[in-house]
């Protein structure tokens, strides 16, 4: 078997995360929740009162952004400034500013660039909007992960009750579609199935499903 790198892309809420989480305890590798940096990065923005859509403001601060990844207990903490924010950055509020942020050229370049050298050390698996296409292109193992808008939207939904917040099916269904046009509209590194990615649809999938096939597309390689 090839060095096990595994890129996992796809539109907001489709499972990417859940799938790489139990990938990386059945392989034993590397989990890196990409998505978990950008949305540190607008948590940055918002701090600093700068409008995330603006990249002048923005790039006054991305080159020396103070963030870490750290593996604790086999999980994933997210730390911006010294401070561990992996729930700050789950909110609501935080996700949208997260989807505008991540389309800026600025911050695209020095994420991919951590992201290239965590990769580049060790086996791991990555999930995200543009892994396989464009920060891990040579990956060996790519795959697409995708589902409905009205899905994705129940399982978010579901999702922020059991965290506590009081939501609405509407507004997050309509906040799912607006991130999934953002994420494919925009200039740089859009949200796009690469080419050579196996399409795994989770909208009638169970999780252990999904885990099978993607299992058996790796172990053919």
Known sequence: MKKLVIALDGPSGSGKSTVAKILSDKYDILYLDTGAMYRATALKALKLDIDTLDEKGVATFIDNIDLEIKYINKTQHTFLDGEDVSLKIREPHVSMAASNISSLKCVRLKMVEMQRKIAGDTACVLDGRDIGSYVLPNAPYKFYITASSTVRANRRVKELIERGFDVEFDKIL??????????KNRDFSPLVCPKDAVIVDTSDMTIEQVIE???????KK
């Open 174 to 183: 309509a906040e799912i579609e607006q991130r999934d046009y953002n994420d």
């Open 213 to 219: 096939t993607i299992s058996s597309e790796i172990e």
